[in-house]
């Protein structure tokens, strides 16, 4: 499978707790995006990285959250101290930057927090 | 504030009719218009996509149709089948740079027999 894969495909976690996701982009993509998605909403971005460097965070991304592409290939997001307003689907998506516009989503990690 | 409104939230179309999906945007930077297609449990996936220097694109059964001084577009799916029961999302980015794409709410789609 060449596509965008995200682990895990579910958490549920406790109010408090810290989490992490994974994203693998599609492999000669240096272009990687997360975006978020409440139940009946459209995704909302996130964060962006070009190669291992993040150039735009959202105001949505609090500073409980914190993304990283240590060495432009995978990325990870963390979210810390986790609230019930975090429940949400957590999207990642990756393009070339010669192709910029068309965007690969991955499946996504929903996120539930009790 | 939301950039991209989208109409309606939810349709029901019979086989082999006609879907139609409308948004409007606010933004005058916007310069790419993509439609995303989302199943259950997966990500969206690019559908087909529009730039404002046309007012129609086809794809297949896939139309958009664009009307840049009245900021609108819309999605036109001929002789639509169940399989294409889904959520549409339309969308509005500029096509340089990165993809900082705003959706719009969502459209549920039902295509029944």
């Known amino acids: 499978d060449t596509g965008v894969s995200q682990n895990p495909r579910h958490k549920i976690t406790k109010r408090g707790q810290n989490v992490t996701f994974r994203c693998d982009p599609i492999s000669e993509h240096n272009r990687l995006y997360w975006y978020r998605q409440t139940l009946g909403q459209g995704p909302e971005f996130l964060t962006y990285f070009q190669n291992e460097a993040q150039l735009e965070k959202s105001r949505l991304l609090s500073d409980r959250f914190s993304a990283e592409r240590p060495k432009g290939s995978f990325s990870t997001l963390e979210i810390q101290r986790t609230e019930q307003g975090d429940s949400a689907m957590y999207l990642c998506?990756?393009?070339?930057?010669?192709?910029?516009?068309?965007?690969?989503f991955g499946s996504g990690t929903q996120l539930s927090v009790l | 504030q939301q950039q991209v409104k989208q109409s309606p939230q939810s349709l029901i179309v019979q086989k082999g009719g006609i879907s139609i999906i409308n948004c409007a945007y606010e933004?005058?930077?916007?310069?790419?218009f993509p439609w995303y297609q989302q199943f259950p449990g997966k990500g969206p996936a690019l559908l087909i996509a529009?730039?404002?220097?046309?007012s129609e694109k086809k794809e297949g059964r896939f139309t958009i149709s664009f009307n840049k001084s009245a900021k609108q577009f819309s999605l036109h799916i001929m002789d639509s089948q169940p399989g294409d029961s889904a959520t549409y999302f339309c969308a509005a980015s500029t096509a340089g740079g990165y993809q900082k794409v705003t959706f719009g709410i969502g459209t549920k789609l039902q295509v029944i027999p």
């Open positions: 529009i730039r404002p220097d046309v």
């Open positions: 998506a990756s393009s070339l930057e010669t192709t910029n516009e068309k965007l690969f």
């Open positions: 933004n005058t930077a916007f310069d790419y």
